[in-house]
């Protein structure tokens, strides 16, 4: 049975720690944070209602340099009868040890541990409920790895949901292409070099701006610092291979929604329209490697969006969630059709690595 604890988020929040191992800095963890729903008022009971997201659950995963922190994120969910579980991932966060370097890992794959230990998590406090539906939700470096994940774990998530998703790399396919073999090269030999740092901090500086204030003065800066963490090579090998892998296509067979702000700005210097642009991703080439993740994919364009389109000014930010409900409105009357899907083999999230 899972133990959970408080979390530093405080009251509605709980987390538990997922054991992964050990590698050459030490004893490895994830943490898994849980934000349940209020029960319905009992004249709602009474009567049968049901909200639009009974049955559901959420896993969430965050970008690079960052961890969840997300109160409202978490509310707009469970408000609606979710249940939502975020995904520190190891080395992010809640589960970054002293001695380890920030958000390190070789390749992304690996995060098939952390991932189908959640997955077992989320489904044994659903009392393995073949009935309930999970939909992933990864924001930046963490869409990517839900889109790679769900591609090799068909039949596990029943929806897929992209915030700024880092799906190809900023200097285009082509570019990619050509440092690639270089990048690869420098891993082999110096896998932790890390290469100059290009932050100069705009990015914290549009959210600090016109961001959900109550929710920026909690962030932990050993968890999630003004300027990123430093990129080692082996890290951007493991990106530059993932962005390869969607642009030869993924098959997802699930629905996928992907929000992306309207365009993206270059922040070589400071200026008020880096607080209405995505500074980090170049937005249209993302938006064209979407198109290569699945069947059924729809790509939602939020004006003045930044790189978290729900950190975002107030008008962004709520057209950003009402989208999404919008979405998932559609979503869920469609899945309500459906014939519940057999449970997954218990166990199922750790076949990979056998543990």
């Known amino acids: 049975m899972t ?8 009251d509605g929040f709980s987390c538990t720690d997922l054991e992964l191992g050990s590698d050459e800095e030490g004893p490895l963890t994830a943490t ?74 070789e390749h992304l794959d690996d995060y098939d541990l952390e991932l189908g230990l959640a997955h077992d998590v989320i489904r044994a406090e659903a009392g393995a409920d073949p009935t309930r539906k999970l939909v992933l939700l990864g924001h930046s470096t963490g869409g990517l790895v839900l889109s790679l994940w769900a591609a090799r774990h068909p039949g596990r998530a029943d929806a897929l949901i992209l915030n700024s998703p880092w799906l190809e790399f900023q200097l285009s396919a082509a570019g990619r292409q050509v440092i690639a073999p270089l990048v690869a090269l420098s891993a082999r030999f110096m896998p932790k070099d890390v290469a100059p740092q290009l932050d100069y901090g705009f990015y914290t500086r549009a959210q600090r701006e016109v961001g959900p204030q109550d929710e920026l003065a909690v962030i932990d800066p050993q968890w999630r610092p003004e300027r990123s963490h430093g990129v080692s090579t082996a890290w951007l090998r493991a990106i530059l291979a993932g962005h390869e892998r969607v642009n030869h ?89 459906e014939p519940p899907l057999s449970a997954a083999p218990e166990g199922a999230g750790r076949d990979r690595l056998g543990s």
Not at 3 to 9: K, P, T, Y
Not at 275 to 290: K, N, P
């Open 3 to 10: 133990e959970w604890r408080a979390d530093v988020l405080g």
């Open 32 to 105: 898994l944070v849980r934000s349940l729903p209020q029960r319905p008022p009992l004249f709602e009971r009474l009567l049968g209602r049901r909200r639009p997201l009974d049955g559901v659950d959420v896993l969430y995963v965050h970008g690079w340099s960052d961890y969840f922190f997300q109160r409202h994120l978490a509310e707009f969910w469970t408000s609606r009868g979710a249940r939502f579980f975020a995904l520190d991932l190891r080395k992010y966060g809640r589960s970054l040890r002293p001695g380890q370097t920030p958000g390190y890992i």
């Open 249 to 337: 296509g993924l098959g997802l067979t699930i629905p996928v929604a992907v929000l992306l702000s309207e365009r993206s700005a270059v922040p070589l210097r400071w200026s008020d329209d880096l607080v209405r642009a995505d500074t980090v991703l170049d937005v249209e080439a993302v938006a064209r490697a979407a198109l290569r993740l699945g069947s059924s994919v729809t790509i939602e364009r939020i004006p003045g969006g930044l790189h978290d389109l729900f950190l975002s000014a107030p008008g962004p930010r709520a057209e950003a969630y009402a989208r999404l409900h919008r979405w998932l409105i559609g979503w869920r009357a469609e899945t309500a059709m």
